[in-house]
Structure formats: C-alpha cells, structure tokens
C-alpha cells in the first residue's frame, strides 16, 4: 500500500505541520504540479482550454476566495458574482487607463480594488448572520451590476455597454485580446492559481486561519480568548474578495475578452460559486478545486454523453444538468456538509487501517 | 496597597502575593433586576479564590463582570493595581485573563491542537503577509507557540486526542481541553465558571488535581465558582459567599463554613 500514514513519523513540529503530512500525498502534489506546467500547455488546444482547463483554474480561484469567506470564516455571501464584476470593471479601467503597466500587476491591483470593495460591504456582517448576512451580500450583488450598468464612466463610455479587453502581452506573449494562444490563456491563469492555493493554505493553517474558524465555530468563545470580531470578520472579507476579484479580472480579460455584465457576473455567477464551495467541501482548499472541477467537467460530460453519444435535444440534458446539480447540492446539504473533501478524508481515514479496521 | 507587604505563605508552602484584582462596589442590573448588589471583593496573587452561593445567587454574573462580557453599572474593577476601564471581552483576554465556560465553548469543528493554539492567538504577532508567506517568521513563530501548547497538553495528559475534532470527543475531555485552551493563553488571571458540573466523582478528583496543579506549578491565580461544596472547601483558599446578589460571607474555607448566614442561605431559614 502506498496510501499509508502507518511508519510515516514526525520528528518535528514543522514537518508534523506540513500542508501534505503523507510522503504518498506530497509525491503526487509535485506530480499534478509537473504535469501542469510541464505537461498540459504543450498539448492544450483552444477547445480545452475554453472548455474546460481555463474556466476550470479561474473559477477554482473564485472558490477559494469563498471558501475563506463562507467555510472558513461561516459567513455566507451572496455577492460573488458582483465581486467578480469588479475585479473586471477595475482590470478593465486600470488596462486602459495606464496601458503601458504589465497586466500581472494590473489583475493584482484588480484584487486589492475588489478586497477595498469586499470588507465595505462586510461590515453588516458585524450586526447580522446567517441567512440575513446573505440577504445583505445579495444587495451588493444587485447594486454592484446596476452600477456597471449605469455608470457609463466604468465602461468608458462605449456604446454597447460592453467591456472589451485590449490586446496584452507578458514577455512578448499576449495573454489577453483575441490573438491570445491557448497555452498562454492556460498558463496565466495556473501561475495565478498556484500562488492564490498557497497563499490561501498559509493563511488558513496559521493564527489567522484559526481566528476565523474560532469566528465560525462560536463567535462568543471567539472573543473570550482575544480575538476582534471586528477585524477577523473584515479580514476574511478583504481577503476572499481579493481572490474573487483576481478571479473576475481573469475572467473577463483572458478567458471572455468582451463582458457585458448583467449576463457575465449576474447572480448565478453567485450561485454557481457557492454551489462549488459546497459540493467541493466547505472550509478546503481541496474542496474548492474539487468542487470547481467538478461543475466545470459536469456539463461538458453531460454534453458528450447525452447530446453526442445518446442523441438526446440539447435542451433536455441541459435541463438535466440542472436536476443534477440541484440534487447533488441537497444531497451534500444533508448528508455531508464538508463535501467532496471530506469523502476523500474519510476515504483516507478508512484506508489507514485497511485491510484490517480492528 | 503595597503588594509585598501583605503577602503570606500558605501551609503547604506556597506564597499567595498582593491583591492581584479588586472588584469595589459593584452593581450589575438588568432592567429592574438587581443581579450583583453593591460587592467589594479582591482576588490574591497566586491564591484559588472560589465563588459559591445557591442558584441565582449571581456567581455567574460576577464572573461575567470580570471577563468583560457584562458591565457593571455602579463599581470600579482594579486591575493589577490600575483602574480598568469599560472593555470588550477580547481587549480583557488581551490583558491576561482567560475562562472557562460552564456549558463548554469549544470551537467543534477544529481538532484539539487547534482550539488550544487559539488559546496563543495573543502571543502571535506576525500579519497577514508573513502568514500568507509562511516560511520564515509565520512558521518559526508558528512552532514556537506548538512547542508551548505541546506543554499544556503534556500537562493535562491529553497528547492522545491531539488531532481528534472536539466534536467527537466526550464531556469530561472537552471540559479538560477548554481548560487547556485557558491554560495555553498562560492567563495572569483564570477564571473557572463550574469546571466539574456534571462529572462523577473520579472525573472531580482528576479536575480538582489539575487545578491544583496550575495554580502550584504555573502560579496561576484561580478564580473559580463551583457548587460542590466538598470540591470548594479543599480547593480554594479563600472563598467568597454570594447570595441574591449580595455578599454574605468572605474568608477562608474554616470561616465560611462557621458563618450563621451562609448555613442560612444553604439550608434555609425558618420565617417567623
């Protein structure tokens, strides 16, 4: 057996505090990361990469900046789609208005705009939990879209209300615009990806990431022990917004190009996201992959399955794709909270005795 | 008051200093309700000063008046000698003093390490960059703080539980690793809100040992309110009697047991 943590012994707190304390799971994190960048952008081709691998990686960062928010910090939000929208609308303004600033620094700067954004409407999180927490974050959701919308000044005044990303290049590549490569889409937005994961994990390992479960568990006990309700809440919208901004200039500008943002970042963009979280697994950064790729890969499959290979209209399986994820959501509400991570954690767990439970 | 001045040595040899805390006057109301009446006590350096008193008689209430969670409406609270202002609970914690709950607040869903290495969430100073980092400062400060909680945990013999959620632990753990969570924030002042409700009698004698051995090995001040009396009598070396509200008795364990009021408010009084 590979799987095991049998014999596999810490000497020291550091390595007893490492992100993959199995030497199996730390083989195969190096092996997925090799594959990624070694192996996948020399075989990409632009259906894969629309499809499937780009959507994939931006709406894993999305998740994650959720998963901080709602699994981590047990605050709902509802407004992840208008948070995306102005990760766009500021990569979109600073790409035209300072065109000669790399585009990398412009999605980060995009980042800490949406962050700004975030805890400005994380402050009702002080009063207010729970489902009337969402019902404030679904506010923002609404109010951020009619603003794009309506102030013209966002969009520069262009006449179809549209926002369209100028041609951008990173070394010599362009990474944005319709010339764009589909490796270059791919690598960009894994770059992004792997960075966003690590930071995330770091943060939700250490003081911080536990201030915010203490946040989640028991807000009481929370600040018994020295923690500021004030500032761990803001911190955790700051933070998730960052990511959930980074992930909506990504959006926009390397995997759309053009956005308009009612259809773009409207609630079920919100949805869509939450959706991850929770099939993926609540309070995971493996859940936020796991849950990204598997709403990602459902329609497609779908699509292979029920239209190409079964002839079904295409109507009837995406009506059923629907069902699906509905089902699947109830299904997770119920029975398992923490998602897809936590079968894999159980899974382990169980494996740790196999063949043998007693 | 000079704190050297007035400090004794206990029988069993351990020195209780000056008055580490001092409540003066105080009176906490809710509405029309009168839950603290006007009561002045003081809490000894490295003493177990214990809070007792039939139901309702306001211990808890007192206790929350230390920990910041009520404020009193008449009263001052000294505090290492100086005037404690109005504060919030966590800005008390950050001054040292650490409780327990009498329903347990544990955080369920993270495991044992983890909810007493929020316990060090004070003595952590490195900000969101060096976390979101992690290599460096975070990690090195990080395994400083384990090797500390690694302590508390050998200490009240739960190395086994570790990584167990505290969720699938039972009561008699879960009131030892809420204790632990106290213990690791290393508290000038800790305050036990009923540490053995609802314990049998071995799991009384394991807590009442481990009380003891905070107070005689860290030298921490214990404050605690408890309804066995048997618990109280041995444990504390002071105790303060409280009943609706105001202060019927104060002194060592001898002298509370012999006061005419005290055995009045616990065996009841006949009317006449």
């Known amino acids: ?358 | 008051m000079n704190a050297t001045a007035d400090s004794y040595v206990t029988e069993d040899g351990r020195t209780i200093g000056g008055v580490l805390m001092d409540m003066r006057n105080i009176t906490l109301r809710f509405g029309g309700v009168e839950a603290i009446k006007n009561i002045s006590f003081d809490i000894r350096e490295g003493e177990i000063r214990a809070i007792i008193g039939p139901n309702g008689a306001g211990k808890s209430s007192m206790l929350n008046v230390i920990s910041g969670f009520y404020n009193p409406q008449e009263g001052e609270v000294f505090f290492r000698g100086e005037r404690r202002p109005q504060m919030k609970p966590y800005q008390v914690a950050r001054m040292g003093i650490a409780r327990t709950f009498q329903n347990i607040a544990l955080f369920e869903g993270m495991t044992v390490l983890d909810n007493i290495m929020t316990g060090r969430l004070n003595h952590m100073k490195a900000g969101l960059f060096r976390q979101a980092i992690w290599k460096g400062a975070a990690e090195r400060e990080e395994i400083e703080n384990r090797a500390h909680v690694e302590r508390v945990i050998d200490f009240l013999e739960i190395q086994a539980i570790r990584k167990t959620p505290v969720g699938r632990l039972p009561y008699g753990l879960k009131k030892r690793v809420e204790l632990a969570r106290a213990l690791a924030a290393d508290p000038k002042l800790l305050l036990l809100d009923e540490p053995m409700a609802g314990m049998n009698v071995e799991e009384k004698e394991d807590m009442s040992r481990f009380i003891l051995d905070v107070n005689d090995q860290f030298g921490t001040t214990i404050a605690l309110i408890e309804h066995d009396m048997g618990v109280v009598m041995d444990l504390s070396d002071r105790v303060v009697v409280m009943d609706y509200g105001r202060k019927i008795g104060d002194g060592s364990p001898d002298e509370v047991r012999t006061n005419q009021e005290v055995i009045d408010a616990y065996l009841g009084v006949a009317h006449d």
């Open chain 1, 1 to 358: 057996m590979l799987y095991r943590e049998a014999g596999d012994f810490k000497t020291s707190y550091a390595e007893d505090n490492q992100t993959f304390p199995i030497k199996f799971d730390r083989w195969r994190y190096w092996f997925v990361l090799a594959v990624a960048y070694l192996v996948i952008p020399f075989m990409i081709n632009d259906y894969w990469a629309n499809a499937i691998f780009v959507p994939f990686l931006i709406y894993a960062i999305a998740a994650i900046g959720l998963n901080i928010l709602t699994g981590y910090c047990g605050q709902v939000s509802l407004g992840t789609g208008g948070f995306m929208a102005v990760g766009a609308y500021a990569c979109y303004k600073l790409m035209t208005a300072f065109p000669e600033v790399n585009i990398i620094v412009h999605v980060i700067l995009s980042g800490g705009i949406t962050a700004a954004v975030g805890a400005a409407f994380g402050l009702p999180s002080l009063r207010i939990k729970g489902f009337y927490l969402a019902v404030a974050t679904l506010a923002a959701q609404f109010f951020l879209v009619w603003l794009f919308n309506k102030v013209a000044w966002f969009y520069n005044y262009s006449a179809s209300g549209q926002i369209s990303a100028p041609e951008r290049f990173v070394g010599g590549v362009a990474v944005t615009g319709p010339n764009t490569e589909a490796w270059a889409k791919y690598m960009i937005c894994l770059v992004f990806v792997t960075i966003c994961a690590i930071i995330a994990r770091n943060l939700t390992r250490g003081t911080i990431g536990r201030t915010w479960m203490a946040i989640r568990d028991m807000d009481i006990a929370a600040e018994i022990i020295g923690v500021n309700p004030l500032k761990a809440k803001l911190l955790a919208f700051a933070v998730s917004s960052f990511f959930i901004g980074i992930a909506g200039a990504l959006f926009f500008a390397v995997y759309l190009g053009a956005v308009e943002v009612g259809e773009a970042f409207g609630i079920q963009k919100s949805f869509l996201v939450l959706f991850m979280v929770i099939i993926g697994g609540l309070g995971s950064v493996f859940g936020s992959f796991a849950g990204a790729a598997f709403l990602v890969v459902l329609p497609v499959a779908l699509k292979l399955i029920g239209v190409d290979l079964l002839g079904w209209p295409t109507d009837l399986v995406s009506h059923f794709q629907l069902v699906i994820i509905g089902a699947l959501i109830m299904f997770f509400l119920i029975k398992e909270p923490h998602g897809l991570a936590q079968l894999w954690r159980l899974a382990k767990e169980k494996l740790r005795l196999w063949p043998f439970p007693y």
